[in-house]
């Protein structure tokens, strides 16, 4: 029996209009994402000309990603092509759109990446983190269309408000709705919460972890680098006035700040140094080779690509060797974190939600793949990239 109490009440739309909630969140954490990669850029001196036109193209690829995404988990409710670009009617997948929107975007920044001069690295650390800030907030869209959902529990969560706990359950929009005294798991808030979580981590500590477990420019040279806790250290009668304490921390703060900065990130070497690892143009070396096979061309791009110079390049720019996170493993950790995401929470989803055609086991697979290709990323934006693909004058975490 269902019970039409306020319980099972619909939610989906504002209240007095037409308006999906769940559309109006989708767009507010598109664009949020799009906000903080701006200012990502922005802070860095990168052009922000190709996000602003490109974000209209990767906006439009990511509803068609979404749209085709969700049709090809429901062909079964589809019976004319109408069906297909209805929707009006409902019918998103957020995977879709980020697995799409994603090509689209790398297709348009790696010719960017060309023109200006700045490693893809560079972009890929700038915006793909920030997907999952728009993840964290379109995820709500799902709560109040009252699906996402998991395995019912059989009671409300005494940690969570009565006005979510009243929707933990398939509505009257549902093909299934629930009955009264059904209360699944709220998936939706676990994805939120942890889409969050992620991006904090891969924002403010990952490009920092290097520095952490570095050798610091303080210690290394002590009188190039001498802190403020020398000259004026902390002493007792300090926390009797503990805004003093606070001050004298934030100064042990900033000189830390501006000590790497000073130590490696602003630090160039001899110029003309840097223009004597400058390449020959591909377009001479294919003009003066004088190989036929496709094969062995391909070979020779991909060796022509690869920078010798790349490891003398590393230590002419950073000669006390220290431990930096390189441009590229933020972004590429992405793909691990949501891969990880949504191995833990796919199988408790209900079967009407499973994100891939099939079963969990399915979705599992592509969660995993996921997984792989970040892991693959990031060894190779951390390792291999840095002492093999760097090129002169290029901008990466620091200009090279």
């Known amino acids: 029996m269902i019970n039409d109490d306020g319980y099972n009440s619909l939610i ?7 308006i999906h909630i769940y559309s109006v969140l ?20 990168i052009p922000t000309k190709t996000l602003e036109w490109g974000t209209l193209v990767i906006a439009l690829a990511g509803l068609i990603g979404a749209r085709a995404w969700c049709v090809l988990n429901n062909t079964s409710t589809i019976e004319n092509a109408l069906d297909v670009v209805a929707v009006w009617r409902g019918g998103m997948a957020i995977e879709g759109g980020v697995t799409v929107g994603m090509i689209v975007g790398f297709f348009i920044f790696y010719r960017t990446s060309k023109q ?9 650390d700038c915006i793909v983190p920030n997907i999952l800030l728009g993840q964290a907030i379109g995820r709500w869209g799902n709560f109040f269309n009252q699906e996402l959902l998991g395995t019912d529990v059989g009671h409300p969560f005494s940690w969570l408000p009565t006005w979510i706990n009243n929707h933990l359950h398939y509505g009257f929009n549902s093909d299934k709705p629930d ?15 942890s889409s969050l979580f992620g991006w904090f981590f891969l924002t403010f500590f990952v490009p920092k972890t290097g520095q952490i477990f570095s050798k610091k420019p303080w210690k290394l040279d002590s009188s190039q680098f001498i802190s403020p806790l020398k000259t004026n250290p902390i002493v007792v009668k300090d926390f009797l006035k503990p805004w003093t304490v606070i001050k004298k921390i934030h100064g042990y703060r900033k000189f830390k700040y501006e000590s790497w900065k000073q130590a490696y990130f602003h630090f160039t070497p001899n110029k003309n140094s840097v223009k004597s690892f400058e390449k020959i143009p591909w377009k001479d070396v294919k003009k003066n080779s004088k190989v036929k096979s496709k094969i062995k061309k391909w070979y020779l791009k991909i060796k022509y690509n690869m920078q010798p110079h790349s490891k003398s390049l590393n ?12 441009a590229g493993v933020s972004g590429s950790l992405y793909f691990v974190f949501y891969g990880i995401i ?8 209900d079967n009407r939600d499973i994100m891939k055609i099939a079963n969990v086991s399915t979705s599992m697979i592509v969660s995993g793949m996921w997984i792989i290709l970040g892991v693959i990323l990031v060894i190779f934006a951390q390792i291999i990239a840095p002492s093999r693909f760097r090129k002169g004058e290029w901008l990466y975490e620091k200009s090279y």
Not at 117 to 123: L, R
Not at 342 to 347: F, Q, V
């Open 116 to 124: 200006l001069q700045i490693s893809m690295w560079v972009f890929i």
């Open 26 to 45: 989708m767009a507010v954490g598109f664009l949020t994402a799009v906000i903080a990669s701006w200012i990502k850029l922005y802070r860095r001196n």
């Open 12 to 18: 989906t739309d504002i209240p007095g209009t037409g």
């Open 315 to 326: 230590t002419m720019y950073n000669p006390n060797n220290y431990r930096v996170t390189y």
């Open 179 to 193: 009955p009264v005294a059904v209360y699944r798991q709220p998936l939706f808030l676990y994805e939120s919460l």
């Open 342 to 349: 949504r191995m833990i929470l796919e199988p408790l989803r």
